[in-house]
């Protein structure tokens, strides 16, 4: 619970500090709580490090990108606050710090840290090719309904 109040502070703290205000600031943070949420449920459900990151981070796009399209707003608004919580900075640290007193756990810090990153990457690579999939298939289906409305 406390990590899921964190994460809708931090994406607070991130959106106020790239000047969002009023609605924006506030769906901003809930989309950071949103990610952290699905990542805590993830973890609960056993599932590795990469599929709880990249089904936190989809969840984070793709309700970025619906936030986006119904207030109109850029995507990257809601976007990047949002991700911010989930950016594995413990796992950085530790690696780097143990990595630096030269113990052995350094390299399983990496490994977890290089998982949690690969599986933002990933999240946010499926849902943004899946909303451009979406957006190119409604353009192609709206320009195929004006050719038949013209040739009556």
Request: net charge positive.
């Amino acid at each position: 619970m406390t990590g899921i109040i964190g994460a809708f502070a931090g994406a607070l703290g991130f959106a106020c500090m790239y000047n969002l205000s009023g609605r924006n600031l506030w769906l901003a943070a809930f989309n950071g709580m949103t990610g952290q949420i699905v990542y805590v449920l993830a973890k609960a459900a056993d599932w590795n490090e990469f599929a709880a990151m990249a089904a936190a981070s989809l969840t984070v796009t793709l309700l970025a990108e619906l936030l986006a399209r119904i207030f109109r707003s850029p995507v990257t608004a809601y976007l990047v606050c949002a991700l911010i919580p989930l950016v594995p900075g413990k796992g950085i640290f530790e690696a780097i710090r143990c990595w630096i007193l030269d113990y052995a756990d350094a390299a399983t810090w990496a490994r977890f840290t290089f998982l949690q990153g690969t599986g933002i990457a990933a999240g946010c690579l499926i849902a943004a090719g899946f909303v451009r999939t979406l957006a190119r298939y409604r353009k192609q289906k709206e320009a195929g309904g004006r050719l038949k409305q013209k040739s009556k």
